[in-house]
């Protein structure tokens, strides 16, 4: 009755290695990326917050304060997208270069990592898909056979005598 959705769990379920390591890729650049911001990004971000920027923002100030706090900001602003302009805007208006890690890290996060791990992933599905021929056939067998039954009652229904031919 679900063989669609029982069909692509099992692909699922056969591409999670690939979705593990695919996090980890995306972790480890995402980190690279942190460690550059905390190093260049951070004394913006705390000289706009003497100056009084981010008003009632209070993790703001320590956006960038860490690699910890590095990898949770671009994940929120370059991977979710969320809130890009509210610390970024701010920091390259206040420091123009900064723009290169910004940027730099969106282009290779999310135009890189995560357009690769896409096309690793449909590519995975297709591989999986390809295997389950064995799959497809027994489900071929048993409409066929299905489908025979059904020709055969409506033969039998058709045979007024009952002497097998029509």
Same mark, same amino acid.
């Given at each position: ?46 000289? $706009? ?22 990898? $949770?900001?671009?994940?929120?602003? %370059?991977?979710?997208g969320?809130s890009?302009?509210?610390?970024? $805007?701010? %920091? ?16 290779t ?13 449909v ?44």
């Amino acid at each position: 009755v679900l063989k669609e959705l029982r069909r692509l769990i099992q692909m699922m379920g056969g591409c999670f290695k690939t979705l593990f390591w695919s996090c980890l890729l995306l972790f480890l650049m995402m980190t690279v990326w942190a460690v550059i911001a905390v190093e260049l990004i951070n004394p913006t971000v705390q000289q $706009i917050a003497d100056e009084g920027g981010w008003q009632g923002c209070e993790r703001c100030r320590r956006s960038f304060a860490s690699v910890f706090m590095a990898d $949770i900001t671009l994940f929120q602003t %370059v991977v979710a997208g969320d809130s890009w302009g509210y610390i970024a $805007i701010p %920091v390259i208006e206040k420091n123009p270069p900064t723009a290169i890690i910004f940027i730099g890290s969106l282009m290779t996060l999310v135009f890189g990592v995560l357009n690769l791990i896409v096309a690793v992933i449909v590519d995975v599905f297709a591989e999986s898909r390809e295997r389950d021929v064995f799959t497809r056939a027994s489900e071929l067998e048993e409409e066929e056979t299905e489908q025979k039954a059904a020709l055969g009652q409506i033969f039998r229904g058709i045979d007024a005598d009952g002497g097998g031919t029509l």
